[in-house]
């Protein structure tokens, strides 16, 4: 099956850094989602984005999907930043299965 | 648009029991897929519905099932429950699959089997 690695597992920031989040998938995919999951363990969508760039206030996203990876990429991070992002792609005829990376464990220290 | 709504929000049961979850799609969303989240295992997909029909399952026991009604809510169950089922069950929706925007999910049941 198809294999989603994200990229570092963990992540500490001062208030303020810039970070830059990987996703590698080793197959072809339909869509591309961006998710963080806030201390409660809901998942929030932060982008569909199975190509091309877009961006969200402080967040911006690409993917290229030739080369089968995606970055997230979070500028003047904030505390509230913190928690878990997120990579899930789904694979061409696999309708609704979306398969996740392990996640990026974000810590925004003041 | 009200989001995606899952009844009920934490669950204790005891082993050897079966528990039913609810979820409730956004309006106008009629594919439902559901998850499974655990610490050792991460996010592993149960199963997806669209128009009352299973399109796609993923690799669990047939102790996990599910259903799909006509106004596209969702139930999934779990019969003779283990202590390895504890796990926080996410449910999504979307238009049509994922293909369009993408999916969405409720804020999840937590279940605790003792």
């Known amino acids: 099956g198809i294999q989603v690695e994200q990229s570092p597992p963990d992540l500490i920031l001062q208030e303020g850094a810039n970070s830059t989040l990987r996703c590698n998938f080793s197959?072809?995919?339909?869509?591309l989602q961006w998710f963080h999951q806030n201390p409660w363990g809901q998942l929030i969508n932060l982008f569909y984005i199975p190509s091309g760039t877009k961006q969200n206030g402080r967040l911006s996203a690409t993917t290229v999907a030739t080369e089968r990876y995606s970055l997230l990429y979070i500028s003047s991070s904030q505390t509230t930043d913190s928690g878990v992002y997120f990579c899930a792609v789904e694979r061409r005829g696999s309708q609704g299965n979306l398969i996740f990376g392990k996640g990026t464990k974000l810590s925004v220290k003041p | 648009k009200a989001g995606v709504t899952q009844t009920p929000r934490y669950l204790i049961k005891t082993r050897g029991q079966q528990v039913t979850l609810s979820c409730s799609p956004i309006s106008g969303h009629r594919s439902v897929s559901w998850y499974q989240q655990t610490p050792g295992q991460g996010l592993q997909f149960l199963f997806e519905?669209?128009?009352?029909?299973?399109?796609n399952k993923g690799n669990f026991p047939g102790r996990f099932s599910g259903r799909q009604f006509s106004n596209s809510r969702s139930e999934m169950n779990v019969s003779t429950l283990e202590l390895g089922d504890s796990a926080l069950y996410l449910c999504?929706?979307?238009?049509?699959?994922?293909?369009?925007?993408?999916?969405?999910f409720g804020p999840g049941t937590r279940l605790t089997v003792l």
């Open positions: 999504a929706s979307s238009l049509a699959g994922t293909g369009v925007r993408g999916q969405f």
């Open positions: 197959d072809s995919v339909n869509n």
């Open positions: 519905y669209f128009s009352e029909t299973q399109r």
